[in-house]
């Protein structure tokens, strides 16, 4: 009998080769290019004349956006006591702050608030809250991620729960064009994949800002998290300490020379931990806001690039070399 082979059956025993096919010896047709004079020329003069007009189309629509930042945090209270200032729930904070229009600025006009040396990327402050519990209303409970802004001295869930909810930007703007109150329209301003898929939409504020610790903006008890916008993009956390957040559109065209003021309601704290605030007025283009380094850095490459297939042009013209 043959090892194959077992006893009263003449069928040889099956093994475990695989079934033959090209893919799997690696036997398939490849194409390996040479690495010649004329293709590596030929490579960096077509990436720099892709990336050069890129980034002279990139950095032109940037430098048409109209952008004006005003920082108010030092010019808003006074200097001898900042934190006891903003700590006291009885002094005025109404701060109103005035910009000229150094250009036309087509609607919408974005307003943003701009927060400098905020780490909202510090690991317990990104972990300190409860996605489950901003999502379903079965999961109020689920709030042992939010120390320590999880429950009040009752017990009683706080929702939506955590340090970066209880963080939420709480300063308010009123803008005037020349005196007349326009207005800022804050529909919209989140993004529609966390309104439709983060945030419940019968999932209503409970217990929230009722501590002996007030961190920022209360938040109306009457309407679900889905349309609570402003915490929407707050809870879209930032990677840097400097960062800036949509507050609202104009949808109004402003032009040059306007005079606009803004009446600022000073409320939030980033005096205890050193940082600053400033207002922005931004346009867009069809790349953004304002952000020279794109096209800077497309111009670098392409220009690098298109360098590198002269030089080596060059050479290849003066030393060639024949393959025999």
């Known amino acids: ?39 590596v020329i030929a490579a960096f003069a077509l990436i720099g004349a892709l990336f050069v007009p890129i980034g002279l189309a990139s950095l032109h629509a940037s430098r048409q956006v109209v952008e004006l930042v005003h920082r108010y945090d030092a010019s808003c209270v006074p200097v001898d006591d900042k934190v006891g200032f903003i700590q006291n729930s009885r002094t005025d904070k109404t701060c109103t702050v005035t910009m000229t229009v150094p ?34 209303k079965s999961a109020a409970h689920l709030t042992s991620d939010c120390v320590p802004e999880g429950d009040t001295a009752d017990h009683a869930p706080i929702v939506p729960c955590g340090l970066v ?77 400097t960062f800036r957040k949509l507050y609202g559109r104009i949808e109004k065209d402003i ?9 600022i309601q000073n409320n939030y ?6 940082g600053s605030k400033a207002l922005v007025l931004s346009t867009a283009s069809w790349i953004g806001g ?22 080596f042009l060059v050479l290849y013209m003066v030393k060639r070399r024949y393959v025999s």
Request: proline share 5%; glycine share 6%.
């Open 103 to 136: 250009k036309y600025m087509k609607s919408p006009i974005h307003v943003y608030y701009l927060i400098d040396g905020f780490y909202q990327n510090h690991r317990r402050y990104v972990r300190s809250r409860s996605d489950k519990q901003l999502r379903y």
């Open 290 to 311: 304002k952000n020279n380094f794109i096209g800077i850095a497309y111009l670098t490459i392409g220009g690098l690039c298109l360098s590198l297939a002269m030089g």
């Open 255 to 263: 032009n040059a020379n306007d005079n606009v003021t803004v009446v």
């Open 1 to 39: 009998m043959y090892p194959l082979e077992m006893e009263g059956n003449s069928n040889p025993k099956t093994t475990n080769k695989p079934k033959y096919s090209k893919f799997t010896q690696q036997e398939l047709p490849a194409c390996k290019p040479l690495l010649t004079p004329e293709i």
């Open 165 to 241: 909810a209880w963080s939420l930007f709480n300063d308010t703007y009123t803008v005037r064009v020349n005196g007349v109150v326009t207005q800022v329209n804050k529909k919209d301003i989140a993004w529609k994949s966390d309104k439709n898929n983060k945030f419940g939409k019968n999932i209503y504020p409970s217990n929230f800002q009722k501590g002996r610790l007030i961190g920022g903006a209360t938040l109306n008890e009457s309407i679900p998290l889905s349309e609570q916008e402003d915490l929407i993009v707050w809870m879209r956390t930032a990677a840097l300490p």
């Open 269 to 274: 704290n980033t005096y205890s931990f050193g």
